[in-house]
């Protein structure tokens, strides 16, 4: 029975629920009054997912930040739903799938992601892991090397480009001042959960260097989804100047098994719960994958100012059985480079600051397509093509305090994105070779004015996004080169929003209207292969809400809170036709109503003991909104538990972990428009975790 209550009920809930809250602000905003009457002034938390080095409490953009603290204690570090479940408006679909990634939906972009990441930019050390045609991969992404997160949310095109629906910016840990230090993770849980990472740094004079190396394997809950990955990962920094540093990173991933147990129907999933799709199993679905990355950046620092510039280039191998008995191989090569800088006006703080840069990334994929035996290739091939993607781009942004209160800032930036398609199998007949070029302009303007505890903003911004180079080479027609015609989406957002403090309590809350007009939507999807259109315009409305507070030196709480009114405003396939039923309906894929609750509480010195509890509302799973996935009732909760134990210049940190406590059976996620109803993804029951860190030197940063 779906959960269907108005947002005042739910907000009602909320409020009577904080006793129990969720993470989600910085941590500066956090900390505990000082215990005599000298004021404590901190210095304000610089942000950069904007391009720029920015004060958050002055920025017109509601903008999260995730420190260490939110990161860690006591986390298996398997996936975002874990680091990124408390920033408020956006929501993770976990479908304990290691072949597809998890759902990331960020105010409704991204819902559509049959696999990987879409419509949200993603940054790793401020390096692109989304390719210039709007795809994003996190092979590269260990989770549990994270030390902080921004999350900009709403359209940001005129920052990030094409695919920016909003930004998430990953940063891992770097080498600390002393001259070596290193830590060894290990950890065990249930469905055959085996986790190791390690990782270690030095310092010497101007060089600094970082490593890391891990890996897992899994059984999986379900039939049919056992996984194993390996990640390396590498950064050296040499400071040439006290102005200049240059880094070099490379990072490599292997995960030869990630089995895809597919979505259930309605009736599988009332039989068997942790069941997999028959034909999944039958044809071996799943994928054997290898990643690979390498980036030099150099950044300079002025008197007024900064330069930076980087190059980069990514490797990726995808061999890729499908349940429908095709075997789907990628051979990719991508790279770029980005060159930004930035200049204050003037000598005051009030100066106007003005941000500017340009960007080129080009992808090539070879791309095959065969029939497939139990998920071995055979020599019958369907489709053989060269595709070449080319993204360019230039942006322009000012930010300018007229009078101290006050920061306006505005900006605008051109893309033009190329796709070029060389079918290379003529023997059915016919050469689908072909070239399509997508481009426009993004802009955005916002006004923020401090009043004290309390800064109100408002901003206006617009993203627009291609179709990936997978979602065109799935042609409903089955033929080989482009899509003709799938053309790209544009996206107009509004936002008003606040942020303050008031003693230990510190909140943010925005609420946001977002157009979409010829919307990329996913209208099937077969045994792994999803196939798109422009329908319409879309309507994504929606309000958020986080609270921290500092209840005492040893506890904190948090909460926040999402409604999503996502709806159908025109849903039109032949243009010439009159209204179509699916008019009005809700967009599927995220639910109406987001909470997370949190408890962070220090019993004793060296000891913690965290509470998270989500829930969910009901969603639909398909366009026609005649597939209703059910919401998770009362609630899921997890609780971690950390200790420290020092000895010397080593630290031992046990944990534990036990994550639906109370074995809730519920659906983690949903494949939208699946055929034949094959629309479930369920999560496991009760399933626990634990392990012991140990580190050695000065404790990490």
């Given at each position: 029975?779906s959960?269907?209550?108005r947002?005042v009920?739910?907000?009602?809930t909320?409020?009577?629920?904080?006793?129990?809250?969720?993470a989600?602000?910085?941590?500066?905003?956090?900390v505990?009054?000082?215990?005599?009457?000298v004021?404590?002034?901190?210095?304000p938390?610089?942000v950069?997912v904007?391009?720029?080095d920015e004060?958050?409490?002055?920025?017109?953009?509601a903008?999260?930040v995730?420190d260490?603290?939110?990161?860690?204690r006591?986390?298996?570090g398997?996936?975002?739903?874990e680091?990124?479940?408390?920033?408020?408006g956006?929501?993770?679909?976990n479908?304990?799938?290691?072949?597809?990634d998890?759902?990331i939906?960020?105010?409704?972009f991204?819902?559509r992601?049959?696999f990987?990441?879409r419509g949200i930019?993603?940054?790793?050390?401020?390096?692109?892991?989304t390719?210039?045609d709007?795809?994003?991969?996190?092979?590269?992404?260990?989770?549990?090397?994270l030390r902080?997160?921004?999350?900009?949310r709403?359209?940001?095109?005129?920052?990030?480009?094409?695919g920016?629906?909003?930004?998430?910016?990953l940063?891992?840990?770097r080498?600390?001042?002393a001259?070596?230090a290193g830590?060894?993770r290990?950890?065990?849980?249930s469905?055959?959960?085996?986790?190791?990472?390690?990782?270690?740094s030095?310092?010497a004079?101007?060089l600094?260097?970082t490593?890391?190396?891990?890996?897992?394997?899994?059984?999986?809950?379900?039939?049919?989804?056992?996984?194993r990955?390996?990640?390396?990962?590498?950064?050296g920094?040499?400071t040439?100047?006290s102005?200049?540093l240059?880094s070099l990173?490379?990072?490599?991933?292997?995960?030869?098994?990630a089995d895809?147990?597919g979505?259930?129907?309605?009736?599988e999933?009332?039989?068997r719960?942790?069941?997999?799709?028959?034909n999944?199993?039958?044809?071996?679905?799943?994928k054997d994958?290898?990643?690979?990355q390498?980036?030099?950046?150099?950044?300079h620092?002025?008197?007024?100012?900064?330069?930076?510039?980087a190059?980069?280039?990514v490797?990726?191998?995808?061999?890729n059985p499908?349940a429908?008995?095709?075997f789907?191989?990628?051979r990719r090569r991508?790279?770029?480079?980005?060159?930004g800088?930035?200049y204050?006006l003037?000598?005051g703080?009030l100066?106007p600051?003005?941000?500017?840069?340009?960007e080129?990334?080009?992808l090539?994929d070879?791309?095959?397509?065969?029939?497939?035996?139990?998920g071995v290739?055979?020599?019958s091939?369907q489709l053989?093509?060269?595709?070449?993607v080319?993204?360019r781009g230039?942006?322009?942004?000012?930010?300018?305090?007229p009078?101290p209160?006050?920061?306006?800032?505005?900006?605008?930036?051109?893309d033009?994105?190329?796709?070029?398609v060389?079918d290379?199998?003529l023997?059915?007949?016919s050469?689908?070779?072909?070239?399509?070029?997508?481009?426009?302009w993004s802009?955005?303007?916002?006004v923020?004015?401090?009043?004290?505890?309390?800064t109100?903003?408002a901003?206006?911004s617009?993203?627009?996004?291609?179709?990936t180079?997978?979602?065109?080479?799935?042609?409903p027609?089955?033929?080989?080169?482009?899509?003709?015609?799938?053309?790209?989406?544009?996206s107009v957002g509004?936002e008003?929003?606040?942020?303050g403090?008031?003693?230990?309590?510190?909140?943010?809350?925005a609420g946001?209207?977002?157009?979409?007009?010829?919307?990329?939507?996913?209208?099937?999807?077969i045994?792994?292969?999803a196939?798109f259109?422009n329908?319409g315009?879309?309507r994504?409305?929606?309000?958020?809400?986080?609270v921290s507070a500092?209840?005492?030196?040893?506890?904190?709480l948090?909460?926040?809170?999402t409604?999503?009114?996502?709806?159908?405003?025109?849903y039109?396939?032949?243009?010439a036709?009159?209204?179509?039923?699916f008019d009005?309906?809700?967009?599927?894929?995220v639910?109406?109503?987001?909470?997370?609750?949190s408890?962070m509480?220090?019993?004793?010195p060296?000891a913690t003991?965290?509470?998270?509890?989500?829930?969910?509302?009901s969603?639909?799973?398909d366009?026609?909104n005649?597939?209703?996935?059910?919401?998770w009732?009362?609630?899921?909760t997890?609780?971690?538990?950390?200790?420290?134990?020092?000895?010397g210049?080593?630290?031992l940190m046990?944990?534990a972990g036990?994550?639906?406590?109370?074995?809730?059976?519920?659906?983690?996620?949903a494949?939208?428009?699946?055929?034949?109803?094959?629309v479930f993804?369920?999560?496991?029951g009760?399933?626990?975790?634990?392990?012991?860190?140990?580190r050695l030197?000065?404790?990490r940063n």
């Amino acid at each position: 029975m779906s959960i269907a209550l108005r947002p005042v009920r739910w907000f009602g809930t909320l409020l009577a629920l904080a006793g129990l809250p969720v993470a989600g602000l910085p941590m500066s905003a956090q900390v505990a009054p000082p215990r005599d009457s000298v004021p404590v002034v901190l210095p304000p938390l610089i942000v950069t997912v904007r391009r720029a080095d920015e004060a958050l409490e002055r920025i017109p953009a509601a903008v999260t930040v995730l420190d260490s603290a939110d990161l860690a204690r006591g986390r298996a570090g398997l996936g975002p739903d874990e680091m990124l479940g408390g920033v408020p408006g956006l929501y993770v679909a976990n479908r304990y799938n290691y072949s597809l990634d998890q759902r990331i939906s960020l105010r409704g972009f991204g819902g559509r992601a049959n696999f990987g990441v879409r419509g949200i930019k993603v940054l790793l050390d401020g390096i692109p892991q989304t390719l210039p045609d709007g795809q994003t991969q996190l092979s590269n992404v260990d989770w549990g090397t994270l030390r902080r997160v921004e999350v900009l949310r709403g359209p940001a095109g005129a920052f990030h480009g094409n695919g920016s629906g909003g930004v998430i910016a990953l940063e891992t840990a770097r080498a600390g001042a002393a001259p070596l230090a290193g830590s060894a993770r290990f950890e065990a849980g249930s469905f055959g959960l085996a986790r190791w990472l390690g990782r270690a740094s030095g310092r010497a004079g101007p060089l600094a260097a970082t490593l890391t190396a891990g890996g897992f394997s899994s059984g999986g809950f379900r039939q049919h989804s056992e996984a194993r990955a390996v990640q390396l990962a590498a950064r050296g920094e040499y400071t040439v100047t006290s102005r200049t540093l240059v880094s070099l990173q490379a990072s490599h991933a292997d995960a030869p098994r990630a089995d895809n147990p597919g979505a259930l129907t309605q009736a599988e999933l009332d039989a068997r719960h942790d069941s997999a799709a028959p034909n999944n199993i039958l044809r071996n679905a799943g994928k054997d994958v290898t990643q690979s990355q390498l980036a030099l950046a150099v950044h300079h620092a002025a008197a007024r100012g900064e330069l930076s510039a980087a190059v980069f280039g990514v490797t990726r191998r995808l061999d890729n059985p499908l349940a429908t008995g095709t075997f789907i191989g990628i051979r990719r090569r991508s790279g770029g480079v980005r060159l930004g800088g930035a200049y204050s006006l003037g000598a005051g703080p009030l100066a106007p600051r003005m941000t500017a840069g340009v960007e080129l990334q080009r992808l090539r994929d070879d791309r095959t397509n065969r029939l497939a035996d139990g998920g071995v290739p055979t020599d019958s091939v369907q489709l053989d093509q060269r595709e070449l993607v080319t993204e360019r781009g230039a942006f322009l942004q000012a930010s300018w305090q007229p009078v101290p209160r006050w920061t306006v800032s505005a900006g605008v930036r051109r893309d033009g994105v190329t796709f070029d398609v060389s079918d290379r199998h003529l023997g059915d007949g016919s050469d689908n070779s072909g070239r399509r070029t997508m481009s426009a302009w993004s802009g955005n303007a916002g006004v923020s004015v401090a009043l004290g505890a309390v800064t109100p903003y408002a901003n206006v911004s617009t993203a627009f996004e291609t179709p990936t180079t997978t979602e065109l080479a799935n042609a409903p027609s089955g033929g080989g080169g482009f899509n003709a015609e799938l053309g790209p989406q544009r996206s107009v957002g509004y936002e008003l929003g606040a942020r303050g403090s008031a003693g230990p309590v510190a909140w943010s809350a925005a609420g946001y209207i977002a157009v979409v007009t010829d919307a990329i939507v996913q209208f099937e999807e077969i045994g792994g292969r999803a196939f798109f259109r422009n329908a319409g315009r879309l309507r994504q409305d929606g309000a958020e809400v986080a609270v921290s507070a500092v209840a005492s030196s040893r506890l904190r709480l948090a909460a926040a809170y999402t409604w999503a009114r996502h709806r159908f405003a025109r849903y039109r396939i032949d243009p010439a036709a009159g209204a179509d039923p699916f008019d009005g309906n809700v967009v599927p894929g995220v639910p109406g109503h987001h909470v997370r609750l949190s408890a962070m509480l220090e019993p004793f010195p060296r000891a913690t003991l965290d509470v998270e509890h989500r829930i969910a509302s009901s969603l639909y799973a398909d366009d026609a909104n005649t597939l209703e996935v059910p919401g998770w009732g009362l609630g899921v909760t997890s609780v971690r538990a950390t200790w420290s134990i020092e000895t010397g210049s080593a630290v031992l940190m046990p944990f534990a972990g036990v994550q639906n406590l109370w074995g809730r059976r519920y659906v983690g996620s949903a494949t939208v428009n699946g055929a034949f109803g094959r629309v479930f993804e369920p999560a496991p029951g009760r399933h626990a975790y634990a392990g012991a860190e140990i580190r050695l030197g000065p404790r990490r940063n």
